[in-house]
């Protein structure tokens, strides 16, 4: 399959990819990404779609210096994380903010603690310590949690969530942070349709309102689609198109996915619900 790539705008971008590539974590010496050239530019939203093992995780990890690449070059805000002190790097990290899959949430924490844990980059230790006492900013936590229609949960302990509701905490952290890269790793996995919409929709407003960067990898291509102006295609650890949406069409899809589970058939956008295309265009 052709490689195609969008063409972006000669400015500073969030992010600089060039013929970069990164083995999977855990030491083994095979190769998650391989040549990879990206860029990702302050206020741009795109999806990451592609099979299982495509390397979306893994690319979402790099991006947000979680994992270190093995070759080629990488930028974020114009510059190499890994050329930096530990000190430096970290102070980078609170640029970016990655929300996994399975968010890392404390199963014996109060929700509202672990929503405001998205500050714990701006606070002092004292600061931090004091909020597992007495939360610092409960009404800031609520109001997160209220975009993904989950207010209710605000002292709820995390293990008594359900898997979808777990996610939304995930992402209401993400609201709470100061970040300019929004890294989202498959939001929608535990949702029903409804809270998908509102899902896509929230963090889309969110990163349009701070001009962040928005990157989702998704497995349903059709919210893909309708949502996200920008779509980045990978298979076996390679971009295998990176075009905007309107250019993406069902053989590429099927082409993408061939003897993978196949997504739902996407939708042209002129055939789109005019819910769905708003969301297209935050």
């Given amino acids: ?13 969030v992010y600089r990819l060039d013929g970069l590539s990164a083995r999977h974590a855990g030491g083994t010496r095979a190769y998650a ?17 592609g099979p299982s093992g495509a390397g979306k995780t893994t690319l979402l990890a790099t991006l947000s210096v979680g994992h270190a690449p093995d070759g080629g070059t990488f930028e974020a805000f114009g510059t190499d994380p890994w050329r930096l002190s530990e000190r430096e790097r970290h102070k980078l990290r609170a640029r970016l903010f990655l929300a996994p899959q399975t ?28 909020s597992l006492v007495r939360p610092a900013d409960p009404e800031a936590a609520w109001r997160a949690l209220s975009r993904f229609n989950l207010g209710d949960k605000l002292y709820a302990r995390v293990d008594r969530l ?35 919409q509102l899902t896509l929709t929230t963090l889309q407003q969110e990163a349009a309102a701070r001009k ?15 949502h996200f102006p920008r779509i980045v295609a990978l ?10 949406r309107e250019q993406v069409t069902q053989a590429m899809i099927d082409e993408l996915y061939l003897n993978e589970q196949p997504p739902a058939n996407m939708p042209h956008p002129d055939d789109l619900p005019a819910k769905l295309a708003v969301g297209a265009c935050l």
Avoid at 1 to 12: I, K, L, N, W
């Fill in 1 to 13: 399959m052709q490689s195609d790539r969008v063409s972006v705008p000669a400015e500073t971008p």
């Fill in 235 to 244: 298979k076996e650890g390679r971009i295998v198109f990176d075009l905007p």
């Fill in 162 to 196: 359900s898997g979808g509701e777990r996610q939304r905490c995930g992402l209401a952290r993400l609201l709470l942070s100061s970040a300019h890269a929004l890294l989202v790793d498959e939001p929608l996995s535990a949702l029903d349709p409804a809270l998908s």
């Fill in 33 to 49: 990404l391989q040549d990879i050239t990206l860029a990702v530019r302050p206020g741009e939203q795109l999806a990451l779609i």
């Fill in 103 to 130: 968010p890392p949430l404390p199963p014996r924490q109060r929700v509202v603690t672990a929503v405001l844990a998205a500050r714990l980059p701006q606070w002092s230790l004292w600061q931090a310590l004091v």
């Fill in 212 to 226: 962040a960067a928005l990157v989702c990898s998704l497995h349903q291509v059709d919210l893909a689609l309708a």
